[in-house]
């Protein structure tokens, strides 16, 4: 069985489970980014009441790997009675551990902006909104997305980790056609490939965006 | 919560698994930072003097690692590569040695950047006093740049103890595969999580902690 | 007449479009001091730079010693030398540079000890003892452990000197010395050049310290747009200026 056709008799399976590795992504950073650039606005202009208890959350999510709090978030929730299917922990923990990413990376963002910019627009008179939309955003926006996109690429490798809950990603589905067809290495460096094709893109539009955004002097 | 009955008496019964399992997985991250810093270095430094071949080379190494995931090279180089290479090893052996190649293009990227950091004016004054570039590379700009480095290098060392977690999946007996095995024997799940996680919290900042102390001494004066 | 240590002839170097080093001819005898002024973009710290192979030049001749420094002696061919023949060449002059570029992770004696000890060879404790009487000599033993982080710009400045003549070189060549320096601290460097100068150190120096150039050098050179327009003893060039370029040079200076 020459390899072509045992590729294609396997494109399926492998193209199901991509689907479910751009799902589980996706849904996971949008989830994060909402939640990130909450949690990093008000990181950065709470009150102390409201930053601490970010600041401790964060900062105890970011130093727990990816994988125990996939784990976690998949046992121990049901047991605290929540109703969680794999898909749902899968989802929640990698959206977690991304928010807090993203809400140190739009916190970085934020304090970039001269505090003068906050100044000067509260003096025209716009409201704090006001100036969080039409001048402090804007402006932190070329320190965001950069390392933003970082992030969103962390998210799809750390997607990865949800084959070991029973969920068929892309990972699981690599496995599964080698464990039918006992041809480990092809799969692999093609998994590797397909993953290599969807970050590389992704870190390419992150490195033209930094260049988009060079012209602008610190 | 109604329906749990906590009882951390069997955790602390098996307590031998989490500690010793962090014990293993320090000792993935001590050897894991050790190839990958001598690896991350040499390329870096290939890169820096290197013609447009090795750049290219180095390059492209980054850029396919830094792209997968960790966990996939950890089956590639565990279950795929016995297969077309007549080699064997252990578990431990192969996660080291793919932590070691991932985190190596990590720092390839943190020593490059630290290396044109240094100011060309201290390359001059090492030519001046009659040094070969190899004297200059290891006397004045590896220095230099180590102290630049320093605070990227604690937190990517970090991150690499954070991801010795993996090793679970080959079974390597360390902090996370101690937990699931407490999880899957003795269905503590909230209590064994709750203490693996808080586990690894400490460990890791402790360790930044330690890196910070250094640094302080050390980093650019 | 004895040979000169540096000897310059028709020294070329042309950056693009544009001839940075024209025709060069300059030499400097055993135990003079030979000062370069002029206009910036004149050449000549490029030229101080070629002398020791920190730059390239394209046409001409450099000679230290009567050893060729940017070219394989006896090679028709012109090849150009290796990193670890240079070194040698560079280890035999010594360089002191307008930014002090002292190394920031070692300490002022450390910083005189590297030479000696990777270059030199010696011992630590004989590289101490050398760098030490260096230190002594431009007035800083007492901030032998500091790191130049501790230092004012003109102590910076000589460790820099001293780590240049520790290395006993034939000659030093001095890149502007005083010019990043604050007023004040100018007079401590250019009295340890002068006493150097006194105990007979041969030295090409570029600065815009004129009354400086006046006292210390034996001769002096103004150079603009790459060529040497005169060069002549100090009363000569500075009290009785050939050139308008000079002339002109000279006023603005003041």
Not at chain 1, 98 to 124: K, L, N, P, W, Y
Request: hydrophobic letters at 50%.
């Amino acid at each position: 069985m020459n390899f072509a056709h045992v590729l294609f008799e396997a494109a399926p399976s492998l193209w199901r489970g991509l689907e479910v590795t751009v799902e589980v992504s996706a849904v996971s950073v949008s989830f994060a980014l909402v939640a990130g650039l909450l949690f990093g606005t008000a990181l950065a202009y709470g009150p102390i009441l409201l930053r601490l208890p970010i600041r401790a959350v964060v900062d105890v999510v970011r130093g727990i790997p990816v994988l125990v709090l996939i784990f976690f978030v998949y046992y121990v929730g049901p047991a605290a009675g929540l109703e969680l299917g794999s898909f749902s922990a899968a989802i929640l923990a990698l959206s977690l551990f991304s928010a807090c990413q993203v809400a140190e990376i739009t916190r970085g963002a934020i304090i970039s902006v001269h505090h003068g910019q906050m100044e000067a627009a509260r003096a025209v008179g716009l409201t704090f909104r006001q100036c969080l939309v039409s001048v402090i955003f804007p402006q932190a926006l070329r320190r965001f997305l950069p390392p933003w996109i970082n992030s969103v690429t962390d998210t799809v490798k750390g997607s990865a980790l949800v084959s070991l809950l029973g969920i068929v990603d892309l990972m699981l589905a690599i496995q599964q056609v080698i464990g039918r067809t006992y041809r480990p290495m092809p799969f692999y460096v093609l998994g590797a490939l397909i993953y290599l094709c969807i970050n590389y893109a992704l870190s390419s539009a992150s490195r033209r965006l930094e260049a988009h955004f060079a012209y602008v002097r610190d | 919560m109604l329906h749990y009955h906590f009882n951390f008496g069997l955790i602390w019964q098996h307590f031998d698994k989490l500690d010793w399992g962090l014990v293993v997985s320090l000792e993935l991250t001590l050897a894991a930072v050790a190839v990958s810093t001598v690896l991350g270095l040499a390329f870096a430094v290939a890169h820096v003097s290197g013609g447009r071949g090795v750049r290219a080379l180095v390059a492209g190494y980054v850029e396919c690692i830094r792209n997968i995931p960790l966990l996939l090279l950890v089956y590639l180089v565990f279950y795929g590569v016995p297969t077309i290479v007549n080699l064997q090893y252990s578990a431990m052996t192969s996660f080291i040695v793919t932590l070691s190649l991932y985190y190596a293009a990590y720092l390839v990227e943190v020593f490059r950047a630290g290396l044109l950091a240094v100011a060309r004016g201290m390359q001059d004054a090492g030519k001046a006093i009659g040094m070969t570039a190899w004297q200059r590379l290891v006397h004045v700009r590896l220095p230099i740049m180590f102290r630049i480095v320093l605070p990227s290098l604690s937190n990517t060392y970090v991150s690499l103890f954070k991801d010795t977690a993996i090793a679970s999946v080959l079974a390597v007996p360390e902090l996370t595969y101690g937990a699931q095995w407490i999880n899957n024997n003795t269905f503590r799940v909230i209590e064994v999580w709750s203490v693996a996680a808080p586990m690894y919290v400490v460990t890791g900042y402790a360790i930044l902690f330690l890196l910070r102390r250094f640094e302080r001494i050390y980093a650019m004066r | 007449m004895t040979e000169p240590i540096v000897r310059m002839a028709e020294v070329g170097k042309s950056f693009g479009a544009t001839r940075v080093l024209d025709n060069v001819d300059l030499s400097v005898g055993r135990g003079e001091v030979v000062t370069i002024i002029g206009p910036s973009g004149s050449g000549k710290t490029t030229l101080l730079r070629c002398i020791n192979a920190l730059e390239t030049y394209d046409s001409g001749s450099i000679r230290i010693d009567g050893v060729e420094v940017g070219f394989r002696d006896g090679d028709s061919r012109r090849r150009p030398r290796r990193d670890r023949e240079l070194a040698q060449i560079r280890a035999a002059t010594g360089m002191v540079f307008q930014l002090f570029y002292l190394f920031p992770h070692l300490t002022a004696v450390e910083n005189v000890m590297l030479g000696l000890r990777k270059v030199r060879r010696m011992g630590r404790a004989e590289a101490r003892e050398r760098a030490m009487r260096w230190l002594e000599r431009v007035g800083l033993a007492d901030r032998a452990g500091n790191l130049p982080s501790q230092l004012s710009g003109g102590q910076q400045q000589r460790v820099g000197i001293a780590r240049a003549v520790a290395m006993e070189p034939k000659m030093l060549l001095l890149d502007e010395i005083t010019s990043a320096l604050d007023p004040e601290l100018v007079g401590e460097v250019l009295a340890v050049v002068r006493s150097l100068a006194a105990d007979g150190m041969t030295m090409l120096v570029v600065t815009h310290e004129m009354a400086f150039a006046r006292e210390v050098s034996d001769r002096v050179a103004f150079m603009d747009g790459g060529r040497v327009i005169q060069e002549g003893d100090p009363e000569s060039v500075l009290r009785r200026p050939a050139s308008e370029r000079l002339r002109a040079f000279l006023s603005r200076i003041g």
